[in-house]
């Protein structure tokens, strides 16, 4: 089974420039979810969709962030313009989003994309 | 509302030391627990989960179990390797908030041979 892929893995910018982050979740998950680690800290959610709606972007600094989830399968998450406040690997992750107690769901990462903002 | 502590490090041990990092939450629903492990410059692995109180989860000689009487999931392998070496977050499920997870701030092991 393939896991989340996720696009550019490094990626270096100068301050208030942009940039565009891709995700592809597993096959026939539902959740999809963007997460922004700092170094040294735990995942940060910044937005969380169900199919191709918004559950929750309570943490999204909408200002210069945006995500949106076409057809409910691949993502984009957007920074524009970037701060040197936002280096930090962002992490895209899938679940299959059921209320299936006994499946305990479960949410599958991808190996990240790192944003060096100079 | 829900929320994870967790242990803080860096811990360090010696090879095939005992090792015990600790996780008590907060829930207002029924949660699923977690343990995540992420080595350098890699994303996020589950390394083990369980799903109700008084289950075990365990992997790769990693156990944990959900103790809903002291809201604890902690972490334990009996003799650790320097493949160990990684943070490992501890993670909450809600399933009545839409699958929303929490994340414990992550401790960091480094095993010494």
């Known amino acids: 089974e393939a896991g989340v892929a996720q696009s550019p893995r490094y990626k270096i910018i100068e301050k208030r420039q942009s940039v565009a982050f891709w995700c592809n979740p597993i096959s026939g998950h539902a959740t999809l979810y963007w997460y922004q680690q700092i170094l040294g800290q735990g995942p940060k959610l910044l937005i969380q969709f169900q199919n191709n709606g918004v559950v929750d972007d309570s943490q999204l600094p909408k200002d210069r962030f945006s995500a949106e989830r076409l057809k409910g399968v691949d993502s984009t998450l957007k920074i524009q313009p970037a701060k040197l406040e936002d280096s930090a690997v962002y992490l895209c992750?899938?679940?299959?989003?059921?209320?299936?107690?006994?499946?305990?769901?479960?949410?599958?990462f991808g190996e990240g994309s790192w944003l060096t903002v100079v | 509302g829900n929320s994870v502590t967790q242990m803080e490090g860096p811990v360090t041990l010696s090879e095939e030391a005992f090792l015990t990092i600790n996780c008590t939450y907060t829930a207002t629903g029924y949660p699923s627990l977690f343990w995540y492990v992420q080595y350098p410059g890699e994303g996020l692995q589950l390394l083990l989960k369980?799903?109700?109180?008084?289950d075990k989860g365990s992997n790769k000689g990693f156990e944990a179990t959900y103790r809903k009487e002291t809201t604890s999931f902690h972490l334990e392998k009996g003799s650790v390797q320097v493949s160990d070496s990684a943070v490992y977050f501890c993670?909450?499920?809600?399933?009545?908030?839409?699958?929303?997870?929490?994340f414990g701030t992550g401790t960091s092991l480094t095993v010494i041979p």
């Open positions: 993670a909450l499920s809600d399933r009545m908030e839409r699958n929303q997870f929490y």
């Open positions: 369980a799903t109700k109180a008084d």
């Open positions: 992750a899938s679940s299959l989003g059921s209320r299936n107690v006994k499946a305990g769901n479960t949410i599958y």
